[in-house]
């Protein structure tokens, strides 16, 4: 067994490797560990260890512990294996998942929208011995999910094709044990994602100050820091200040909400990245700082020092909005505005990605469609004049 030890968000974190019985590879997270590196191994930090934190020994000690109790499972699991052939979808999806909290890594929210999608297909698939699934209920599925009388209604393309997603995996993941040997989700061609061929609707400076204007002194940095700043809801509430760095102009985004608000989680994508401070954002969140700021508070705390609850902040911007004479955008709306602005002043198209924290780059083209074409127009008119002078010269 290895003890492998990787630097993260939250501290110095130790995860055990081995290979059961099975000679399947086997990865553990352990935990944090109080210990620094000493030559070629580690070693325990001076100083009283943090509670919640374990040291060296004791990060060795449990990872005996868990490999003892995953090969205790084993053991169970062959003593008294079940019969594959009646085993449910329902039953295998909720093993699926249990697998992904404790082995696959999944974090606390990708784990509850799993549920949330398990939960769906379990509607239709649920009591279907996971080996009895044919190609053909699957596309009757498939198409249902578009019909009128679907409780809910109709699903959008995006949800359609997130729920196949899931059921793919699902059988991908039982194939081996439940000896599925053609995945009955293959072959669906997906739903077409794209709406429409415009750009998403955003606000003018001149609005983002009006709903300033309308909003509490905190909301109205809030709201200037995720429309100059291009931030999700989720990182601008868990913005600090130690990520705001006056000297170089930049912020750097490497947190966002979970599913317990004032849980340390990465955001979307796991797109932690550094993007330019523009001086009117800069301006705004220095008069808010506080004196003697510490660098892990956050730059916008709720009363009592935690994280501020997004569902009312959207609620605030709902009513300041209102209160503008503004159109009736949703808070995402001050993202776009950020990236549309960004375009229509000239950035770079694959540097604006890199700011969202985008992972395809066709998302952000959405965005050309409000960049200014004058200098683009003025290139090319340059570029025909020389041809039309060419073909003058030959006639």
Same mark, same amino acid.
């Given at each position: 067994m290895v003890i492998a030890y990787r630097e993260r968000y939250?501290? %110095?974190?130790?995860?055990?490797?081995?290979?059961?019985?099975?000679?399947?590879?086997?990865?553990?997270?352990i935990g944090v560990v109080w210990a620094e590196r000493y030559g070629g191994a580690y070693r325990n930090r001076r100083g009283k260890c943090p509670e919640g934190?374990?040291?060296?020994?004791?990060?060795?000690?449990?990872?005996?512990? %868990?490999?003892?109790?995953?090969?205790?499972?084993l053991t169970a699991a062959a003593a008294g294996r079940e019969d594959n052939t009646q085993t449910t979808f329902k039953t295998v999806a909720e093993r699926w998942i249990a697998y992904g909290e404790a082995e !696959? !890594?999944?974090?606390? %929210?990708?784990?509850?929208?799993?549920? &949330?999608?398990?939960?769906? /297909?379990?509607?239709?698939f649920g009591d279907i011995p996971v080996r009895a699934i044919t190609p053909k209920q699957v596309k009757t599925w498939w198409?249902?999910?578009?019909?009128?009388?679907?409780? !809910?209604?109709p699903a959008s393309n995006r949800n359609a094709n997130r729920l196949h997603s899931e059921l793919r995996a699902i059988l991908s993941w039982a194939a081996d044990d439940y000896e599925i040997e053609l995945n009955p989700a293959s072959g669906i061609k997906r739903h077409s994602e794209r709406t429409n061929d415009d750009a998403p609707p955003f606000f003018s400076v001149e609005e983002v100050e009006a709903l300033s204007r309308q909003a509490s002194a905190r909301d109205a940095v809030i709201f200037k820091t995720a429309a100059f700043a291009g931030l999700r809801r989720g990182e601008v509430l868990?913005?600090?200040?130690?990520?705001?760095?006056?000297?170089?102009?930049?912020? &750097?985004?490497?947190?966002?909400?979970?599913?317990?608000k004032d849980e340390r989680v990465r955001p979307k994508w796991q797109s932690t990245r550094t993007l330019p401070m523009a001086p009117q954002l800069a301006h705004v969140l220095a008069a808010w700082q506080p004196e003697h700021a510490a660098d892990d508070e956050l730059v916008f705390p709720s009363q009592l020092g935690g994280k501020l609850d997004g569902s009312a %902040?959207?609620?605030?911007?709902?009513?300041?909005?209102?209160k503008a004479g503004l159109r009736t955008l949703p808070f995402h709306a001050l993202r776009h505005t950020f990236a549309s602005l960004a375009v229509a002043g000239g950035a770079d198209l694959v540097a604006i990605k890199s700011w969202l924290g985008h992972?395809? /780059?066709?998302?952000?083209?959405?965005?050309?469609?409000?960049?200014d074409r004058t200098i683009d127009a003025a290139l090319l008119g340059a570029a025909f004049s020389g041809v039309v002078e060419q073909a003058a010269a030959i006639e």
């Open positions: 939250e501290g %110095l974190v130790a995860y055990a490797r081995w290979r059961d019985s099975t000679r399947s590879q086997r990865t553990q997270r934190a374990l040291t060296v020994q004791e990060a060795h000690a449990r990872a005996i512990q %868990l490999k003892d109790e995953q090969e205790a499972k !696959g !890594g999944w974090s606390p %929210l990708s784990v509850r929208n799993r549920r &949330y999608t398990v939960k769906e /297909l379990s509607r239709a198409t249902e999910l578009h019909s009128p009388r679907r409780t !809910g209604g868990s913005l600090r200040w130690g990520r705001v760095d006056f000297t170089r102009s930049s912020l &750097y985004i490497c947190e966002s909400v979970g599913v317990d %902040l959207r609620r605030r911007y709902a009513v300041a909005r209102d992972r395809d /780059l066709r998302t952000t083209a959405r965005y050309l469609h409000h960049k």
